[in-house]
T-cell receptor, first 108, second 116 residues
């Protein structure tokens, strides 16, 4: 399994860009990289998914280098409601690995 | 997007009783579902992979006789915590592989189990 590692916690002010990096050194060829947001006592919510290079949607961007051994989630202009835990997940062929999660606290 | 629903969202039970948690894919068929357990301030820990029509595959250290998984249909998987004890109190989450071949997992809302 592709073991994933993430930093633990970070604070950010409202309106700033937040970047969170996840390492997945043993990612397999067929694995996708997905990022989820989780609020307390709720299931993870999908943010963005990619395989390689850069992906952007209405809420975030995902940067994946050529070797795919890491990925960076970028949240532009965070708001208070973005305070949550963010997880990276590698998944393919019914094998999955969750990162430990990164607590993002947005400060007014 | 695809929707996965869990029931109940929370349950309190006495020690020694069994509790069943359901995971349903509402608008798609899921041949594979995953069950996780999450303790406070920790990441999701994969417990088992549930396969429709066959036995579940359990992760190392997870007791299959303690956590019974049944995936009898393409839209329903159940997790039964047998003879629950206070240390089984946790947040249980399921996920299902979405209908498209995109590698996306859809998660249920989670079920909070408290064993007294």
């Amino acid at each position: 399994l592709a073991k994933t590692t993430q930093p633990i916690s970070m604070d950010s002010y409202e309106g700033q860009e937040v970047n969170i990096t996840c390492s997945h050194n043993n990612i397999a060829t067929n694995d996708y990289i997905t990022w989820y947001q989780q609020f307390p006592s709720q299931g993870p919510r999908f943010i963005i998914q990619g395989y390689k290079t850069k992906v952007t949607n209405e809420v975030a961007s995902l940067f994946i280098p050529a070797d795919r051994k890491s990925s960076t989630l970028s949240l532009p202009r965070v708001s208070l409601s973005d305070t949550a835990v963010y997880y990276c997940l590698t998944y393919g062929n019914n094998r999955l690995a969750f990162g430990k999660g990164n607590q993002v606290v947005v400060i007014p | 997007g695809a929707v996965v629903s869990q029931h109940p969202s929370w349950v309190i039970c006495k020690s020694g009783t069994s509790v069943k948690i359901e995971c349903r894919s509402l608008d798609f068929q899921a041949t594979t579902m995953f069950w996780y357990r999450q303790f406070p301030k920790q990441s999701l820990m994969l417990m088992a992979t549930s396969n429709e029509g066959s036995k579940a595959t359990y992760e190392q250290g997870v007791e299959k006789d303690k956590f019974l998984i049944n995936h009898a249909s393409l839209t329903l998987s159940t997790l039964t915590v047998t003879s629950a004890h206070p240390e089984d109190s946790s947040f249980y989450i399921c996920s299902a592989h979405g209908p498209a071949d995109t590698g996306e997992l859809f998660f249920g809302e989670g079920s909070r189990l408290t064993v007294l």
